[in-house]
């Protein structure tokens, strides 16, 4: 069965950092795409960063220079460190794989594999 677990959200003043974390089993983690998405309410569900398995990324524009994503197989994580928070980075996010990296209306209805989110809350 496959399994992804995020955890670090939390609440944060604007201009602030959080790191989430996501352990995954149960696939090839090693062998894996492994990205972030986020939904706020009354937004879609938006693609934020992606790793792959030789280290290409991808960053939503409006994250770039202020998010990190890294990975380490050995601990089958994947990370996304935030900094500089805005306002606006309010939103669950969720750790995800094997989803075809679209966006949709609601992360809930995409196919692939998902975390349970955790929520992020910036205060301005």
């Known amino acids: 069965e496959v399994q992804l677990a995020e955890s670090g959200g939390g609440s944060v003043q604007a201009g602030g950092s959080l790191t989430l974390s996501c352990m995954g089993s149960g696939f090839a983690f090693d062998n894996s795409i492994m990205g972030w998405y986020r939904q706020a309410p009354g937004n879609k569900c938006q693609l934020v960063s992606t790793?792959?398995?030789?280290?290409?990324?991808y960053y939503e524009d409006s994250v770039k220079g202020r998010f990190t994503i890294s990975r380490d197989n050995a601990k089958r994580s994947v990370y996304l460190q935030m900094n500089s928070l805005k306002f606006e980075d309010t939103a669950v996010y969720f750790c995800?794989?094997?989803?075809?990296?679209?966006?949709?209306?609601?992360?809930?209805?995409?196919?692939?594999?998902w975390g349970q989110g955790t929520q992020v809350i910036v205060s301005s």
């Open positions: 995800a794989t094997n989803v075809g990296w679209i966006e949709g209306p609601k992360c809930a209805g995409l196919e692939g594999y």
């Open positions: 790793i792959s398995s030789d280290g290409s990324l």
